[in-house]
């Protein structure tokens, strides 16, 4: 067990619709890493926080948010989805933002129907 | 229409057996590289890690060898059991460092040990 929590697990929605998913991370570590895990494209990175700003971004769409919030849960917040949004999204941690393992949580599987 | 899937890298070995993971990284300037370990339906799981002022880190039954020459990790299993058997990554930080660390995943291997 990592010690980071994801959820919900699983997600199906329609298209057009908007989803959030919630990620606590383990104790301690004030760093939350999204990233997004699909068939064709391996593990993308999205978004990254550190004690609640935004600290670096990879490729998030604009119809993708993500906030970490002063208890330093996180959201990532997918709106107007699309078949292609379809995949896993996980979460990770860290206890600082330079060179240290990340921890993940199991995900949160999105369905768009 | 069927979907077609991220062609991973297979390698299939005997319980027992050692197992050799192969990754060629692309960032001359990363500087600090991790092994992950996926099986079906988890996250990631940290594995290993090095930075690029070592060639060789031990842990419990596998080691990792860095070689930055030709920009190449490799992850060596000893003894390998069938619980090993998941998707490996190697992913290493790239140009980012300080306050926009990332990690940069590679696609993965398959392994598959069979009793």
């Known amino acids: 067990d990592s010690g980071v929590t994801q959820t919900p697990k699983h997600l199906i929605t329609a298209t057009g619709q908007r989803v959030t998913l919630r990620c606590s991370p383990r104790?301690?570590?004030?760093?939350v890493y999204w990233y997004q895990q699909s068939l064709d494209q391996g593990l993308q990175f999205l978004i990254q926080?550190?004690?609640?700003?935004?600290?670096a971004k990879g490729n998030i769409l604009e119809r993708f948010s993500a906030q970490q919030f002063p208890d330093l849960h996180s959201e990532l917040n997918l709106s107007s989805l699309e078949l292609g949004d379809s995949a896993l999204y996980f979460c990770?941690?860290?206890?600082?933002?330079?060179?240290?393992?990340?921890?993940f949580g199991n995900g949160t599987r999105l369905t768009v129907t | 229409g069927e979907s077609v899937g991220l062609h991973l890298p297979t390698l299939s070995v005997q319980e027992g057996d050692n197992s050799i993971i192969n990754c060629a990284y692309s960032?001359?300037?990363?500087?600090?590289f991790i092994w992950y370990k996926q099986e079906s339906g988890k996250g990631p799981q940290f594995i290993i890690d090095?930075?690029?002022?070592?060639d060789k880190r031990q842990g419990q039954r596998v080691t990792v060898l860095l070689n930055k020459t030709v920009k190449h990790l490799s992850l060596q299993i000893a003894a390998t059991q069938p619980g090993d058997s998941a998707v490996y990554f190697c992913?290493?930080?790239?140009?980012?460092?300080?306050?926009?660390?990332?990690?940069?995943f590679g696609k993965g291997t398959l392994l598959t040990v069979n009793p």
């Open positions: 990770a941690s860290s206890v600082q933002w330079a060179v240290s393992p990340l921890h």
């Open positions: 926080y550190y004690n609640g700003e935004e600290r």
């Open positions: 090095i930075r690029s002022n070592m």
């Open positions: 992913a290493e930080n790239g140009n980012s460092g300080g306050s926009n660390y990332k990690l940069t």
């Open positions: 104790s301690g570590d004030l760093s």
């Open positions: 960032n001359s300037a990363s500087d600090y």
